[in-house]
């Protein structure tokens, strides 16, 4: 088995009005919570028989940028010292373009990490101070342009659309300046209003007004368009990557891999377990005092829980592979969906090609409702189907 490694780093210069991600604005912290990490990592490993092999790193947050080089070594070294990292592994490390450092760049890359990915999220000055961003437009070229210099030739840029009040061209204009600096990978999202947050509250208060289904839609459409002229593949609902450049280590969470997970909030798999840690760093820094793991809670992944996320997460990314599928579960699903998907199919919403269930960009933005629908023809047949063979895909067609 080979495994992902994600780290939590809870810890931002500034909380962004709209984000939900467990981050602290205390930097005096970062020292302690580096310490406890370490230990965590010791903790999880300690009864190994052997070094998990891991071939994708990510080390995310939070504003891991924030880490200082010395931080950094020692986070690398426990990770070297406790895991076997493959050749070619992919090591990620996410950057803030406002707290992103020439020194520090090359210290990534002397650690290994080849691969940065940079929370834009808009060209647009007035986005920005909207989103509470502490970045200007200015230090996102700067930043990127640094990266470039330094030798990483993988880079990916998030951005966020669909924000009140935007207008088309401005999203365009983001997405334009995106494409001409050439990024391997962009991730596009959809603002979204996360319960707790001072976005949502504004929102509820009525300062804000969100846009409806049929603006978000618009703004996808433009985006699907926009960056498949550039020669970026949609190979998940909200990531688009120039051929053969996807996120390994983000296809893992999609492909149901086994990835272990440090840090407060974070959540890892692993022995067909799911596990939580406290979103919350005193809790964190206390069960490791206490030599505990800092777990919430634990999840077993039951085989009805796998097959949701199956269909899921894979119509989601990359397609739900047939053969796998019923091999896995011992269910044919082109048998027992057989009338929902020509029906899919006629609305460009699905393609079936070479034993794989794709979704359309139109397929992907009604992700969650065609999920529900196979799922509910599954649970409604008896699976009866577990024993037949797997319909050829042309018999649909
Ligand atoms: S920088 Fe990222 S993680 Fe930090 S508050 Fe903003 S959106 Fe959240």
Same mark, same amino acid.
């Given at each position: 088995?080979?495994?992902? &490694?994600?780290?939590?780093?809870?810890?931002?210069?500034?909380?962004?009005?709209?984000?939900?991600?467990?981050?602290?604005?205390?930097?005096?912290?970062?020292?302690?919570?580096?310490?406890?990490?370490?230990? /965590?990592?010791?903790?999880?490993?300690?009864?190994?028989?052997?070094?998990?092999?891991?071939?994708?790193?990510?080390?995310?947050?939070?504003?891991?940028?924030?880490?200082?080089?010395?931080?950094?070594?020692?986070?690398?070294? !426990?990770?070297?010292?406790?895991?076997?990292?493959?050749? *070619? #592994?992919?090591?990620?490390?996410?950057?803030?373009?406002?707290?992103?450092?020439?020194?520090? &760049?090359?210290?990534?890359?002397?650690?290994?990490?080849?691969?940065?990915?940079?929370?834009?999220?808009?060209?647009?000055?007035?986005?920005? !101070?909207?989103?509470?961003?502490?970045?200007?437009?200015?230090?996102?070229?700067?930043?990127?342009?640094?990266?470039?210099?330094?030798?990483?030739?993988?880079?990916?840029?998030?951005?966020?659309? $669909?924000?009140?009040?935007? $207008?088309?061209?401005?999203?365009?204009?983001?997405?334009?300046?995106?494409?001409?600096?050439?990024?391997?990978?962009?991730? #596009?999202?959809?603002?979204?209003?996360?319960?707790? +947050?001072?976005?949502?509250?504004?929102?509820?208060?009525?300062?804000?007004? !969100?846009?409806?289904?049929?603006?978000?839609?618009?703004?996808?459409?433009?985006?699907?368009?926009?960056?498949?002229?550039?020669?970026? *593949?949609?190979?998940?609902?909200?990531?688009?990557?120039?051929?053969?450049?996807? $996120?390994?280590?983000?296809?893992?969470?999609?492909?149901? $891999?086994?990835?272990? #997970?440090?840090?407060?909030?974070?959540?890892?798999?692993?022995?067909?377990?799911?596990?939580?840690?406290?979103?919350?760093?005193?809790?964190?820094?206390?069960?490791?005092?206490?030599?505990?793991?800092?777990?919430?809670? +634990?999840?077993?992944?039951?085989?009805?829980?796998?097959?949701?996320?199956?269909?899921?997460?894979?119509?989601?990314?990359?397609?739900?592979?047939?053969?796998?599928?019923?091999? /896995?579960?011992?269910?044919?699903?082109?048998?027992?969906?057989?009338?929902?998907?020509?029906?899919?199919?006629?609305?460009?919403?699905?393609?079936?090609?070479?034993?794989?269930?794709?979704?359309?960009?139109?397929?992907?933005?009604?992700?969650?409702?065609?999920?529900?629908?196979?799922?509910?023809?599954?649970?409604?047949?008896?699976?009866?189907?577990?024993?037949?063979? #797997?319909?050829?895909?042309?018999?649909? &067609?």
């Amino acid at each position: 088995m080979i495994y992902g &490694l994600y780290i939590h780093f809870p810890f931002c210069v500034h909380k962004c009005f709209y984000c939900d991600f467990y981050s602290l604005e205390n930097l005096s912290l970062i020292e302690i919570f580096v310490e406890s990490l370490l230990i /965590e990592i010791d903790l999880q490993t300690i009864n190994l028989p052997s070094k998990p092999k891991i071939d994708t790193i990510y080390l995310g947050g939070g504003t891991p940028s924030l880490l200082t080089p010395q931080l950094m070594e020692k986070i690398f070294a !426990k990770i070297y010292d406790k895991f076997e990292i493959i050749e *070619n #592994a992919e090591i990620t490390i996410e950057c803030n373009p406002g707290t992103t450092d020439i020194a520090y &760049l090359k210290n990534y890359k002397s650690l290994g990490a080849n691969r940065i990915s940079f929370g834009v999220q808009s060209f647009i000055p007035a986005e920005l !101070k909207f989103l509470e961003r502490i970045h200007s437009v200015d230090e996102v070229y700067k930043a990127y342009n640094l990266a470039r210099k330094t030798g990483f030739d993988n880079i990916s840029i998030d951005l966020i659309f $669909s924000l009140p009040n935007q $207008s088309f061209d401005n999203w365009k204009f983001s997405l334009a300046q995106a494409i001409s600096l050439q990024p391997n990978h962009i991730s #596009a999202y959809s603002l979204i209003y996360e319960e707790n +947050t001072p976005l949502f509250n504004s929102y509820k208060k009525g300062k804000i007004a !969100k846009n409806n289904s049929d603006l978000d839609a618009d703004f996808y459409n433009i985006t699907t368009e926009m960056l498949g002229l550039a020669g970026f *593949n949609q190979y998940e609902v909200s990531n688009y990557c120039l051929p053969g450049q996807f $996120s390994r280590h983000n296809c893992k969470y999609w492909n149901s $891999s086994e990835f272990f #997970a440090f840090g407060p909030s974070a959540v890892g798999v692993i022995d067909d377990v799911r596990y939580k840690n406290f979103s919350s760093l005193s809790k964190y820094n206390k069960s490791i005092k206490s030599n505990l793991r800092p777990i919430e809670y +634990t999840e077993q992944l039951t085989e009805e829980i796998r097959l949701f996320e199956r269909v899921f997460l894979t119509l989601r990314a990359q397609g739900l592979d047939v053969n796998t599928f019923k091999n /896995e579960f011992g269910i044919d699903i082109l048998h027992i969906c057989k009338e929902l998907f020509v029906l899919f199919i006629q609305n460009n919403f699905m393609t079936i090609e070479n034993g794989f269930i794709k979704l359309t960009a139109d397929g992907y933005f009604i992700g969650d409702d065609i999920t529900l629908k196979i799922m509910d023809k599954i649970e409604n047949s008896d699976y009866s189907c577990r024993n037949a063979n #797997a319909g050829d895909v042309r018999d649909i &067609l």
